[in-house]
């Protein structure tokens, strides 16, 4: 199983990879929409963890445009929670319960990773 | 009587339990009040009393013309009647004189028959005499044996001969008896002539004048031009005695003028100098005896004034007091509809500092989450330091404290999202669970005690759940602030059966007085004015309570406690705006 991180907060979203790491999930990050895209078309990833406010665009158009290059990926949003329409646009967009707000819960953000690719 | 004149007073009188910041921009409703009133009196008094004055001068002008009018109308009658009587015994001397000779009129038997005559006929004849040109009266019928008696020196004797003929004043004469004399001269050839004079009794005068009934305490009397009364005067002398009043000038015509007597009363006077003779008829009323009906009429036109006036004033007064109130109420609607609206801003203000501030912490503890459980997953996955329980300790007591502030920025961020777009199912354990999260520590530093009665099987409601929020916020808040240190705060919800939920906050505080509890949801009012009260919290709960379609409703008891006790609709209208009228009752 392959995933690709996506957070504009790099130490955040290094540590978390590397943590995936060490329980032997496959986990490549970037903190930068454009280079996100890019491995996308280059490689097969089974899910995208994305955050839901970045600069440049935000996890919702994120991820259409990772649709479009890969149909079958399957997506998880994180969020500060900064404001009502990010948590609920984030729900929407991701579907019921795909979304975790941070900071995270390693061993939950495994589970519903496990949930929505199986 | 203290407390009914205080029920008395309009609301707007004094309004210091409002907050007095919140009320810079309310007007001034004492002086609007009196402005209202001042002008309206005004506006209303001051025609009817200038028509009142233009009134009363018209009619007393219009009473004293007509008792001029009257008195003028008296005067005439009378000097008619007094001129007639002379006249009509001049006229018959005048027959006498032309129709007899010298040498019958000198018969004495010839004159007694005339006299007899004249006294049939006219009568006040007292007798009848001839006068020749040297003044002798050369022959005489009468009482008083007058003949031979020389008249050449009186004054009247030259008036005769000079106009022909003369009435005198009355007088006392050689009888000293009170009497006028009527002389008429006869002209005979080559410049002779002789006299016919007669004696005419006053009495006659004293009985036409005496019959006269006149009004207002009034005197009808004759005198001469000396001032000298020549018939008795109920009030101003007897008979030959002096008037004790000017003499009015003379005048063609009759006149009626006012003026006072020597004490000061005003009197009506209306006289006519008769022609042809030296006699004044005079008619003298007085004048506040005649005005009497017009100031009864007065008196009571004043106290109808007065009584208006009255009425007016009271009519004005309670309906400046009735408008004033309801633009009072209007305004304190007014000043609620815009506090509310700034602290529903401000809450969303709040809501979104708060919002940012959560995020932008979240991010950083997420990383210091994720580190820390990096280090974690090295020393316990990679076996690194997996035996060195300090450090792990040390990692897990930072990821606690994450867990800890996560927990905060959660509960502030689902406390500060105003997501009222729609109603949506809220457990009401939960919700009151929320809010106590924030009350905790205070009560833990108080000593107070929180109980929770809401059983777990009670159905969620649908409703705006920020709105409900804000209500439990508000009461408990208001149960934090009434109960003492270790006092005891205890919150229920029961599903009544009936559709509804209900929710009551009990606190054993000091309790809200009785002449309060019906104001306590009316803007504005507030008892904790000196500690910052703002009189808005439990209006605007009112408020979110009926936006919620639910009612709220309070007991208290001096020095017992208060419970506020919430009821709400299992599920809200899907317009989410409710009528407010049904809550009227609740109050």
């Not at chain 2, 969303?348 to 991010?363: C, D, K, Q, T, V």
């Amino acid at each position: 199983m392959k995933i690709l991180l996506v957070d504009d907060e790099a130490e955040f979203i290094e540590a978390l990879a590397e943590r995936l790491a060490l329980r032997n999930i496959e986990a490549e990050w970037t903190a930068d929409v454009d280079q996100a895209l890019e491995m996308a078309g280059q490689k097969e990833y089974d899910v995208a963890v994305l955050d839901v406010k970045m600069p440049k665009m935000n996890g919702i158009e994120l991820k259409r445009k990772l649709q479009v290059i890969r149909p079958a990926m399957k997506f998880l949003f994180l969020t500060g929670h900064g404001s009502g329409e990010d948590y609920l646009s984030g729900a929407d967009e991701a579907g019921s319960g795909n979304y975790l707000a941070k900071p995270l819960d390693i061993e939950v953000l495994i589970r519903i990773i496990r949930e929505i690719t199986s | 009587m203290k407390i009914k004149l205080a029920r008395l007073k309009p609301a707007f009188w004094g309004h210091k339990d409002h907050a007095s910041s919140l009320r810079k921009d309310a007007l001034n409703f004492k002086a609007l009040w009196y402005r209202t009133v001042f002008f309206t009196s005004i506006a209303a008094v001051v025609p009817l009393l200038f028509l009142a004055t233009i009134d009363y001068n018209v009619t007393k002008r219009a009473a004293e013309s007509e008792i001029m009018l009257r008195t003028g109308r008296l005067v005439s009658n009378t000097r008619r009647t007094i001129s007639f009587f002379l006249e009509e015994r001049k006229a018959a001397l005048d027959f006498i004189a032309h129709d007899y000779s010298l040498e019958d009129l000198r018969d004495h038997r010839q004159l007694a028959s005339l006299l007899a005559h004249l006294k049939a006929t006219f009568g006040g004849f007292s007798d009848l005499g001839i006068i020749d040109m040297a003044g002798d009266q050369i022959a005489y019928w009468g009482p008083f044996g007058l003949e031979g008696k020389n008249y050449g020196i009186q004054p009247w004797f030259r008036n005769v001969v000079e106009q022909g003929y003369y009435i005198s004043d009355i007088f006392l004469g050689y009888r000293k008896v009170p009497h006028l004399v009527i002389a008429v001269k006869k002209p005979l050839p080559d410049n002779r002539f002789y006299i016919i004079r007669a004696a005419i009794d006053t009495d006659r005068f004293c009985r036409i004048l005496a019959q006269m009934k006149v009004e207002g305490n009034g005197d009808v009397f004759l005198v001469n031009r000396e001032g000298i009364l020549q018939t008795p005067s109920r009030f101003h002398g007897d008979i030959m005695g002096r008037l004790d009043l000017e003499i009015p000038p003379q005048a063609p015509a009759t006149r009626v003028y006012q003026c006072r007597n020597a004490r000061g009363r005003p009197l009506i006077i209306g006289y006519r100098y008769i022609a042809g003779t030296p006699l004044i008829l005079m008619v003298i009323k007085e004048k506040q005896r005649l005005m009497s009906p017009w100031h009864q009429t007065k008196s009571r036109i004043i106290w109808f004034l007065g009584f208006s006036v009255f009425v007016i004033l009271l009519v004005v007064t309670s309906s400046a007091t009735y408008l004033v109130s309801r633009l009072y109420e209007a305004d304190k609607q007014r000043l609620a509809s815009l506090q509310q609206m700034q602290y529903a801003n401000k809450m969303a203000s709040i809501g979104r500092l708060a919002a940012g501030i959560a995020h932008e912490i979240n991010n950083p503890l997420a990383i210091i989450a994720e580190k820390a459980g990096l280090i974690k997953d090295l020393f316990q996955i990679r076996g690194q330091y997996q035996n060195d329980r300090r450090l792990l300790s040390l990692a897990d007591s930072i990821m606690n404290s994450v867990s800890r502030c996560a927990t905060i920025t959660r509960r502030l961020l689902r406390f500060a999202r105003n997501d009222d777009s729609r109603p949506e199912p809220a457990a009401v354990g939960q919700v009151v669970e929320e809010v106590l999260g924030f009350l905790n520590k205070e009560a833990q530093y108080r000593g107070l005690d929180i109980e929770v009665d809401i059983p777990d099987q009670l159905p969620p409601i649908v409703t705006f759940r920020s709105r409900l929020q804000q209500i439990l916020l508000n009461i408990i808040n208001n149960a934090f602030a009434a109960v003492p240190d270790c006092g005891t705060i205890v919150i229920k919800a029961r599903d009544t059966g009936s559709g509804n939920i209900e929710i009551q906050i009990r606190d054993n505080g000091a309790g809200i007085a009785a002449e309060n509890i019906g104001r306590i949801f009316e803007p504005f009012f507030s008892t904790k004015t000196d500690r910052g009260g703002t009189g808005l919290g439990l209006s605007i709960t009112y408020n979110l309570v009926q936006e919620l379609g639910g009612s709220i409703r309070v007991e208290s008891r001096v020095g017992e406690g208060t419970a506020f006790t919430v009821s709400l609709p299992k599920k809200i209208d899907s317009s989410g705006e409710n009528v407010k009228n049904e809550n009227l009752a609740c109050r």
